[in-house]
């Protein structure tokens, strides 16, 4: 038999209203969620539930409503009913490798909604310290991309900064590059879509971010996770606090390798992928990634409800 991989998604998956129904249906999302307020010290679920979307799209306030969301699915998920762990495998994209991370036993709560919300400071910091952007590639592989980049980037920053799924990559760098890019886009058969982000993820452009946020990752309490958490940088498993330090600080400046990670999940015996989270993004992905592969989406308390009967161990 084969086990269960559960899955955390990141920005972008954010909307209004997004935990309302689980923090209504279940005490522990609802403790998650009062935790986070006393932490971060201002009404986070608010925001979740009501909005404004301004607000909510900002992404200081966005990284941790979306982990605090995330975690507040699981707890629901856990307290359910039929027995739904040890799982074997975790995994999350960018700022849902933080949840995945402290699900698995490596982050406590209060540390890891700290850092995605000091993360998120850092990260609108380096954006708006110097223009810039990212733009998703359709119909592009690894080496249109980086071809894209380097004809179009002309002396500025323009890397491939996201590998999702095939025929979707992201590319991150300055503004002027990101706009020539689109416009070269058709020269080199593929699709190009700017995206609505606050600048550069997951590029050199980032660099001041990582920097700042290093004091805080050393700062946090970390250990060792209780069960496989694959890394976005190089999709192996983290192991020591020393090593989940530093792959969480190369992660700001550098690709998010998602495909590579979904496909060693796979390789290693992962036959079933759970996503926890708001939205439906991750599930679109696996389906372009691995359509054999089964995948359940839970985002809100009816799909927890829904949940089937998991294989966890493997």
Known sequence: MGCTAIIFPGQGAQAVG??????????AARRVYDRANEVLGFDLAAV????????????????????????????AFQESGAPREPFTYFAGLSLGEYTALHVAGALGFDDALRLVQRRGQLMQQA????????VSLVGADESTATALCDGACEGEVLVPANFNC??????????????????????????????????????????????????????ARCTAPSARVIANVDAEYHSDAEQIRESLRRQLTQPVLWQRCVQRLIADGADQFVEIGPGRVLTG????????????????????SAAPALPAGG
């Not at 909510?56 to 975690?71: G, N």
């Not at 760098?173 to 190009?192: D, I, P, T, W």
């Open 127 to 134: 954006a708006d310290a110097t223009p810039s952007g990212m």
């Open 48 to 75: 979740c539930f009501e909005g404004p979307a301004e607000r909510l799209e900002q992404t200081d306030v966005q990284q941790p409503a979306i982990f605090a969301t995330s975690v507040a699915l699981w707890a």
């Open 18 to 27: 997004m935990g309302r129904d689980v923090a209504a249906a279940s005490v």
């Open 166 to 219: 095939p025929g979707q990559i992201v590319i991150s760098g300055s503004k002027g590059a990101c706009e020539r890019a689109v416009s070269l886009a058709s020269q080199f058969n593929c699709r190009a879509v700017p995206l609505a982000v606050a600048g550069a993820f997951h590029s050199p452009l980032m660099e001041p971010a990582a920097k700042e946020f290093w004091p805080a990752l050393q700062a």
């Open 285 to 304: 992905l696996m389906r372009k990634i691995d359509r054999r592969v089964n995948i359940v989406n839970v985002s809100t308390a009816e799909a927890i």
